[in-house]
């Protein structure tokens, strides 16, 4: 049952024609992720579908309750940003619209919160479109992805890996047709050269043939023919060779190896020892006396929820607090959402060179990995957008004179192309890498230790956040261990009985035994 239709919409930013759409449809039940670059006109599309807003051109149809969580909140309010993104999140949803339109609903949610939502939308019986740099929501939420690209919107199958899986498939067709074109005009123009050669040539008389032989024998009309036929052959390959559609070569990511300083003395040794060391703000306890360390090449994410102390522990360690020694040998660049370590007075190039240690050929390739190309470059930071001027800072930071950066929430407000362009130099990144994260994939992706501060405590794990999410405390293994042991004891006897004499009671008790142990077992 279709519940809202879209036809040739036209969508302007001033002049510029931002989105550019034949048809769109919303079904009963669909799950759509919409995605796209920072600018390509998600939040616009989304306030035109829920009917905020007028397109220019084009006709919206809806024929269901549409409510709209938009991506900026009210902030006249003492609430923090995640109990007010909450309140709008539970608001939107007790009006029970057929369709649900949510603009990056996931900021200022910690990851608990973000799995509160996640389990929300699991449950919602509407159909509901998302904008959202979380690619873990978009992978368990949606069925469909509608990706905003040069104004066009195109539909996926499928979760956000299986739409990523039909991009690297696209790009590898694109690879092979880029690839056969580069044949057929090298084949072409090799056959040209050829051609035009032996047209130069034909015109000429045999060197054993003398003027008077030649005009005795016709030879120069005969050659002058021969001239003319393979000049038209030139010619027609010319012609083929101007209809040859061009065909761009695919962008391909160029393999990066930073230098960064004191490499010897720096990797895999401890550069910073937190010992017994609060958190406190004012006589408000954060966590209770921690003690840990850190080694030159660690990627370590720091989790938790929000107001446990994340930022807190950030600064301590950025400006060292008594009981926190930091080796010589570490140099540290830190990221803030504040982007105070930008000049919003000079160029995207000019910001990133003035702390470079690298040269301007391998800072280019930094930034076109980060997706600004060519004259890009050369763009004020006044007219970029939040999200672009995320990338220049991290850029900055990456080709600086330092080898451990510390972020505090870096992709927010960044696309979910930036972010996995982000993700792919932080693995090529052999500094250290300490990042407070809410990004369940990038965390998964990136980090080899998490810092967990739950319940005023810090616990450090050794390995990924996916060994972090199963483990089980060795407390907790051996309180398992213990019930098996006597719910099979139980099982054991219940079964000798059912051996001798068989009742309905005995049967009962030893079916509630096997379901028991079976919950057990599954968690």
């Known amino acids: 049952m279709m519940l809202l239709e879209a036809n040739n919409l036209k969508l302007y930013v001033k002049d510029r024609l931002l989105i550019n759409v034949t048809k769109l449809q919303i079904q009963k039940h669909d799950r759509i992720g919409l995605v796209g670059r920072n600018g390509s006109g998600k939040t616009t599309l989304l306030k035109v579908l829920a009917g905020k807003k ?178 038209q052959s030139a010619k027609a390959i010319e012609t083929r060779l101007g209809k040859l559609e061009k065909v761009e070569k695919p962008k391909e990511d160029t393999p990066i190896k930073m230098n960064f300083p004191n490499e010897e003395t720096f990797k895999g040794r401890f550069v910073l020892r937190v010992k017994e060391v609060p958190g406190m703000i004012g006589k408000r306890v954060l966590w209770r006396k921690a003690s840990f360390s850190v080694r030159g090449g660690d990627k370590l994410a720091i989790i938790g929820p929000n107001g446990s102390g994340k930022t807190t522990l950030v600064k301590k360690i950025i400006q060292p607090d008594e009981g926190i020694a930091i080796s010589l040998s570490m140099k540290i660049g830190y990221f803030s959402q504040s982007l105070n370590i930008l000049n919003t007075e000079k160029s995207i190039l000019d910001n990133v060179r003035s702390t470079s240690i690298q040269n301007e050929t391998f800072i280019r390739t930094i930034l076109a990995r980060l997706h600004f190309f060519r004259e890009d470059v050369y763009k004020s930071i006044e007219v970029l957008s939040g999200g672009e001027r995320v990338k220049v800072a991290l850029a900055k930071l990456m080709v600086s004179d330092i080898n451990t950066l510390i972020l505090d929430e870096p992709t927010t407000f960044l696309d979910t192309e930036a ?83 068989s009742s309905d009671e005995l049967e009962m008790e030893f079916q509630k035994l096997l379901a028991e142990k079976r919950k057990l077992d599954n968690h």
């Open 54 to 231: 007028f397109p220019e051109d084009g006709t919206v149809t809806t024929l269901a309750k549409c409510e709209l969580l938009p991506q900026l909140k009210r902030t006249d309010t003492t609430k923090s940003g995640g109990e007010v993104t909450q309140e709008y999140i539970n608001e939107a949803i007790a009006k029970n619209p057929e369709i649900f339109f949510a603009d990056e609903p996931t900021t200022n949610l910690d990851t608990d919160h973000i799995e509160w939502l996640e389990k929300k939308l699991m449950k919602w019986q509407g159909a509901f479109i998302i904008v959202s740099h979380d690619r873990a929501l978009l992978d368990s939420l949606c069925a469909k992805i509608w990706e905003i690209s040069e104004g066009h919107v195109k539909e996926y199958k499928g979760n956000y890996s299986d739409y990523a899986a039909q991009k690297e498939l696209e790009h590898h067709q694109h690879e092979m047709v880029y690839e056969n074109y580069e044949k057929k005009k090298k084949q072409l123009e090799e056959a040209l050269i050829l051609k035009t050669k032996k047209a130069e040539r034909a015109a000429k008389a045999p060197k054993k043939t003398s003027n008077s032989e030649a005009k005795i024998t016709g030879a120069k009309p005969y050659f002058a023919k021969k001239q003319k036929k393979l000049q």
């Open 419 to 501: 972010v996995e362009a982000l993700e792919s130099l932080l693995k090529q990144y052999e500094g250290t890498v300490i990042f407070v994260s809410h990004d369940r994939r990038l965390i998964e992706n990136i980090a080899t230790r998490i810092l967990a501060i739950n319940h005023k405590e810090i616990e450090l794990f050794e390995g990924t956040y996916d060994e972090y999410k199963h483990h089980e405390p060795q407390e907790k293994r051996n309180f398992k261990e213990d019930k098996r042991l006597i719910l099979e004891t139980k099982i054991s006897e219940i079964l000798s009985r059912l051996s001798i004499e």
